[in-house]
């Protein structure tokens, strides 16, 4: 059974009108389902306590946060990552921030007692958070506190991060901890935010092993992608044999985000959701929660988080978008937004260099795995 | 970054009459290559565990024993460096000479050593990602002022410069690589270019 779980409130989740990381694209995604005849009948979320906060956040940020969004002077917001161009205070940030929270630990919550098999929650994946800053326009790490819940119940928990950026937040909070596998495929780090995210990175002390990045070089197409996912995760999967699987499915590897330079498409998105299923169908009994992301870009963010709800409900996937969502949304944004549900193909002019950034990849995979090898299956 | 800062200390010696077995034991026990050598505190010399494999080799014309004393084998005098060199300093010392590392002294003490990995922690520690940042490159004419323009820039963004590396290209260009701290790099290259700024990083698109 798959649950949804959204409240209004995450709307307020808003940076203010010149900032990328814009509710729009989330009102657009819930129109977009409504017109294909999907409405979404979503398990509404309570915005979650200071003491689930703090099970990953100090006691100094969470209380940074809470003085900013009154509207007082906090001492020192530049340590916090607060009041940056990324993460400019706005009223509401606080308890908005909190119903993305809540709504990932409601997912946990659902899995964990069998209410659900499958959870799509449709907001959240704040995965730049650390414990005590905010980063990336993320102020609390809604995936660390929901795999928290998982691990203090006795779970092992498996997280899977295919946003165009390292996973940075969630390693870091649980880098030393031997119960959560954490998957990071993100554009590298060597040129993109946050700068993390290389091979070596394996986490330390007994979550040695437990920590995978495959950094993949600007201008990755889906080929290699699919090719260096299909290298690592199962096999990774296959090893770790988790008891949960979370995955952060932001939607900026796609070839139009701004934000970005990896070139997936529509077709590659929904690949990868089939695979994120079959994997968990396989090595986890099904038990997968999925949360939102990045993803910048009003042309493609819409389209692939539909493809991602529609491959977890077992929807068909219309090949037209329907000409009233387009007509409402070309209007309201000045945009104009493409009439079918997949990219054309090709989706863009052929990419320089494109077998060297293929090798690459494949290098860097290999690389990642051999170094893994000691770690799994002992000396080899 | 100065030598104070990536020196190891304090350091293990030798004796300059301890021998050659004696020494190759310390450096195995401490994990270390290289030992500077004293006689009565006062440094006199390295051995490094090339020289006493050199010293030892069956297939030396005249090898040493082990129980032969260190004075014998070590490289005199040591080339040294003062805590307050800048690490670049240290580096072309031991690259000219080709030596692994350099004892640093202050004054008549020895108070810390330096060696090439401690190198390249330095190198490290100066390009490496500290701060959540993405990679800026911009090629910047060699005269006065450009370097400001383009810091004044990010100040008005109020974008925070986390680290800069700088070096000239053969078209006498001044290449610097910034890790800034925003995730929003490529609308700022966007920006710079319109400012007429040459952004080698991120590219533009390759269409
Ligand atoms: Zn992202």
Same mark, same amino acid.
């Given at each position: 059974?798959?649950?949804? !779980? ?49 099970? =990953?956040? #100090? ?10 969004? %009154? ?7 530049? %340590? ?8 400019? =205070? ?41 414990? /005590? ?19 203090? +119940? ?10 165009? +950026?390292?996973?940075?937040? !969630? ?8 119960? =959560? ?10 040129? @993109? ?39 690592? !995760? ?11 699987? =979370? !995955? ?5 590897? +796609? ?7 990896? @070139? ?10 089939? %695979?994120? @299923? ?18 910048? /870009?009003?042309? #493609? ?13 077992? +929807? ?19 945009? /104009? ?5 997949? /990219? ?26 051999? #170094? ?9 | ?38 006689? &009565? ?34 490289? &005199?005098?040591? &080339?040294?460096?003062?805590?307050? $060199? ?71 963004? &109020? ?11 053969? $078209? ?36």
């Amino acid at each position: 059974m798959v649950i949804d !779980v959204y409240d209004p409130n995450y709307l307020a989740y808003d940076f203010g009108p010149a900032h990328p990381f814009s509710p729009v694209r989330l009102e657009m995604l819930l129109d977009l389902l409504h017109e294909l005849g999907h409405p979404v009948g979503p398990m509404a979320p309570q915005p979650v306590s200071r003491e689930d906060l703090l099970t =990953v956040h #100090s006691e100094e940020y969470v209380s940074a946060v809470e003085e900013a969004d %009154r509207g007082e002077p906090v001492t020192d917001p530049d %340590r916090f990552g607060l009041g940056t161009p990324d993460n400019p =205070v706005f009223p509401g940030m606080d308890q908005a921030a909190r119903y993305l929270v809540g709504g990932t630990l409601l997912g946990a919550h659902l899995l964990f007692y069998d209410k659900a098999q499958t959870v799509i929650q449709l907001g959240g994946g704040m995965h730049h958070a650390q414990r /005590d800053r905010a980063s990336g326009f993320c102020v609390y790490n809604d995936l660390a506190v929901a795999i928290r819940y998982l691990l203090d +119940h006795g779970a092992t928990v498996a997280y899977l991060d295919i946003d165009v +950026h390292h996973g940075d937040g !969630v390693q870091t909070i649980f880098y030393d901890e031997p119960s =959560v596998l954490t998957i990071s495929l993100h554009e590298s780090g060597q040129y @993109l935010f946050p700068g993390t995210g290389e091979v070596h990175e394996l986490g330390k002390l007994h979550g040695r092993g437990r920590k995978l990045n495959v950094p993949l070089a600007p201008f990755t197409e889906a080929d290699s992608y699919l090719r260096a996912f299909s290298a690592v !995760v199962p096999q990774a999967l296959a090893w770790f044999r988790p008891d949960f699987l =979370v !995955v952060q499915a932001g939607a900026d590897a +796609h070839a139009g985000d701004p934000l970005a330079d990896l @070139l997936l498409t529509t077709q590659a998105f929904e690949t990868l959701f089939q %695979r994120c @299923l079959e994997y968990a169908d396989k090595f986890c009994r099904g038990r997968v929660l999925f949360t939102l992301g990045g993803g910048y /870009d009003v042309h #493609s963010v819409p389209r692939i988080w539909a493809l991602l709800y529609l491959t977890i409900h077992g +929807h068909p996937v219309a090949s037209e978008l329907p000409a009233s969502w387009r007509q409402r949304w070309q209007e309201r944004l000045g945009v /104009d937004l493409p009439a079918a549900m997949h /990219d054309p193909n090709p989706a863009y002019p052929p990419v320089p260099l494109r077998e060297e950034i293929a090798d690459h990849n494949r290098s860097i995979t290999n690389r990642l795995l051999d #170094s893994l090898m000691p770690y799994w299956y002992g000396s080899v | 970054m100065l030598v104070r800062d990536i020196m190891k200390s304090p350091v293990v010696v030798a004796e300059c009459d301890a021998t050659l077995a004696s020494t190759y034991s310390l450096m195995r026990e401490h994990g270390i290559r290289h030992v500077p050598v004293v006689r &009565q505190g006062k440094l006199v010399g390295v051995v490094t565990d090339r020289d006493l494999r050199l010293a030892t080799s069956a297939l030396s014309t005249k090898p040493f024993s082990p129980k032969a004393r260190i004075e014998k084998v070590m490289s &005199q005098p040591a &080339q040294t460096a003062d805590p307050l $060199d800048p690490v670049e300093e240290a580096a072309r010392t031991m690259r000219q000479l080709k030596i692994g590392c350099l004892p640093v002294m202050s004054g008549a003490d020895l108070v810390g050593i330096v060696t090439g990995l401690d190198l390249l922690d330095a190198l490290l520690r100066l390009t490496g990602v500290s701060m959540p940042s993405g990679r800026l490159e911009v090629g910047l004419p060699d005269h006065p002022g450009e370097l400001a323009r383009l810091a004044a820039f990010l100040a008005a963004k &109020q974008v925070n410069i986390r680290s800069i590396l700088s070096h000239a290209d053969a $078209d006498d260009r001044i290449r610097l690589v910034l890790r800034v701290g925003t995730i929003e790099l490529k609308v700022i290259a966007q920006e710079l270019r319109t400012q007429g700024f040459e952004v080698l990083w991120p590219a533009l698109s390759p269409w």
